[in-house]
């Protein structure tokens, strides 16, 4: 790896195109760099929420295990048809959802991102999520996939929104819900239309 990136700047993907992983070149825009650059780009997102947490704080290793799995899924993008997310990685993350979500009260309705710097960017990491997991799902139609890297996806935003919800309803912080309004369909003006006389 020391020797791969001692250079920055190659100019060969000047051309469109880029390298994957097992030699073969794609363009840019095809839709497997596409997953792979949303699994960089949750990465980042995940990045951004560790350095709004307090220093020590336990999510903080939740989330770093996180950008392992989700640089090994842009590995396994990298290289068509290997597989290195598998059920175990979608295990962890259901047990650990149900640890967190033990303690929360239920939804009585929908909930806005916010609460916190902290809850606001960890929703903006879900919504980023499940944009990678449309861009999956999409890759599946076209070319094989490892289907355990789209339940990977799915469950990891559910666990996104579980922990908004904690860390929004930690130190005090609340929940913002969203307040639902009726809205009554207008009666018809027709002072506008012409009048028609017999």
């Known amino acids: 790896m020391g020797n791969r990136l001692s250079k920055i700047y190659t100019r060969t993907g000047d051309d469109g195109s880029t390298g994957l992983a097992d030699g073969n070149r794609i363009a840019k825009n095809a839709q497997r760099v596409e997953a792979m650059g949303m ?9 951004v929420l560790i350095e709004t947490l307090p220093s020590g704080d336990s999510l903080i290793d939740t989330f770093r295990r996180i950008q392992h799995h989700l640089f090994d899924l842009g590995g396994e993008f990298a290289i068509p048809g290997s597989k290195v997310i598998s059920d175990n990685h979608i295990e962890w993350l259901e047990q650990t959802l ?3 979500n033990t303690d929360l009260p239920p939804l ?7 609460g916190c710097p902290a809850a606001a960017q960890c929703h903006l990491a879900r919504a980023v999520c499940r944009r990678a997991e449309r861009v999956v799902v ?7 996939i490892n289907t355990a890297s789209r339940h990977y996806l799915n469950r990891l935003s559910d666990l996104l929104f579980v922990i908004a ?22 009666r018809p003006d027709f002072s506008h239309q012409p009048q028609i006389t017999p």
């Open 108 to 114: 009585k309705n929908f909930i806005l991102p916010g």
């Open 165 to 186: 919800r904690v860390l929004a309803r930690r130190d005090g912080s609340q929940e913002i819900l969203w307040e639902q309004k009726k809205i009554r369909p207008r």
């Open 138 to 144: 999409a890759l599946g139609h076209e070319d094989s």
């Open 39 to 47: 699994a960089d780009e949750l990465n980042c997102h995940i990045g």
């Open 98 to 100: 149900d640890e967190y």
